[in-house]
């Protein structure tokens, strides 16, 4: 445990490192051309991979070795970060979509162990300032169902809720498959096994001082592979940020996601942006676009899907958003090279963050080496 004033001083810290909307990226390999270039490129704050169930070092792909990450490892890396200028503004984390964790999602007899481990590390991660992790509640992971082209002949994924190809972009083996089959898959159930998680946990993160939040289910579709989709309607977002009233029980604000869903209709995305902004359950943004909403759409450039990205971000600004916006998704472009991150190579992450600095400038007043 952490006394009082520890916790105090990481909270100011958080405060301190989430001053006013800024851009952000997301890399899962740390290495000193990313951060260089992050640097040359004015994305000072970092978002990395990692978190609880990894097996690697914090953005690496360097073997842990042990049962899980501790707080010298994440104090070690936030130096690492920091000595280039850079702040980490967050954690983004899967645990739920390993096999490991699934007795949380359903309710197993490993449960309350698999929580303690979980919060021991999450409690590490405070302790060594890390302000936010964001993780989802998708156990067989985020679904597409195939490829279509887009400006140019750019690769994006697409969805098509009447299609026959519909897969998992996690490779879920006929072992994964088969212990899902053992499992209460029901919306009941898992409603109830998630309420068990954020009760157990929101006090870990207070305690901490690290904000949790979860990303929406991608596509927000009510099941898939005979497991349920809890987190893909407005509702669904108010009763999770109600099971636990308090700042730590939040919202990893995937813009996309929240595009594709129903309710994202006739403005109604920008209803939600303001609703869970003025009420400080947005912990950060992943800024992108798609082209419709579901039953059928696919993902698209950040300035030509159907949601207009100005009036986006002036809402979150109007609300008082204090937070990060990141790139995500970027399209597959002719001839990009990798780069460790999310989706989307240099080229095509590059656009988008020049994109997204552009708009805090137009929207905020504020030039970009303050953001």
């Known amino acids: 445990m952490i006394d009082n004033r520890t916790s105090r001083a990481i909270r100011q810290i958080a405060v301190v490192r989430h001053d006013g909307m800024k851009n952000a990226w997301a890399i899962r390999n740390a290495t000193d051309e990313v951060l260089e270039t992050s640097v040359q490129l004015g994305v000072k704050n970092i978002i990395f991979y990692g978190g609880p169930g990894v097996d690697v ?26 000595s280039y200028g850079l702040t980490i503004a967050g954690c983004e984390n ?5 096999p490991k964790f699934y007795d949380i999602a359903f309710g197993g007899p490993m449960r309350d162990q698999l929580i303690d481990l979980l919060a021991a590390e999450i409690t590490d991660m405070g302790r060594a300032g890390i302000p936010i992790l964001a993780y ?5 992971s985020v679904w597409r169902s195939g490829v279509t082209h887009i400006r140019g002949g750019t690769d994006v994924t697409a969805w098509d809720s009447a299609a026959g190809d519909q897969s998992s972009i996690m490779d879920i083996s006929d072992e994964t498959q088969a212990l899902l089959d053992e499992y209460d898959t029901s919306p009941e159930n898992m409603w109830e096994c998630l309420e068990y998680w ?8 207070e305690a901490a001082g690290i904000r949790l939040g979860i990303h929406p289910d991608d596509p927000p579709v009510p099941e898939l592979g005979g497991v349920s989709r809890l987190l893909g309607s407005f509702d ?16 990893e604000f995937c813009q996309g996601t929240f595009s594709e869903m129903e309710d ?8 939600m942006i303001k609703y869970f902004t003025e009420r400080d359950k947005v912990l950060y943004v992943h800024f992108r676009n798609v082209s419709d909403t579901i039953p059928k759409f696919h993902e698209a450039f950040i300035n030509t899907g159907y949601v207009d990205m100005k009036r986006a971000m002036e809402t979150y600004h109007a609300a008082g958003y204090q937070g990060v916006f990141m790139d995500d998704h970027c399209p597959e472009i002719v ?6 991150g999310n989706w989307g190579g240099y080229r095509s992450r590059i656009f988008a963050q020049g994109y997204i600095q552009a708009m805090l400038e137009a929207v905020t007043g504020k030039r970009p080496d303050v953001f």
Do not use: C, Q
Request: net charge negative; glycine share 6%.
């Open 264 to 271: 994202a209709k006739d403005d109604g995305i920008y209803e």
């Open 136 to 140: 989802n509640w998708m156990p067989n």
């Open 57 to 82: 070092l914090p953005a690496s792909d360097v073997p842990h070795g042990k049962e899980r990450n501790t707080y010298e490892d994440y104090v070690a890396f936030r130096e690492r970060i920091e």
């Open 335 to 340: 001839g990009d090279t990798a780069f460790p």
């Open 94 to 98: 899967g645990f739920i979509s390993t």
């Open 236 to 251: 669904a977002y108010k009763r999770l940020t109600s099971i636990v009233d308090s700042p730590y029980n939040g919202i």
């Open 198 to 205: 954020i009760k157990a946990i929101t006090p870990v993160a």
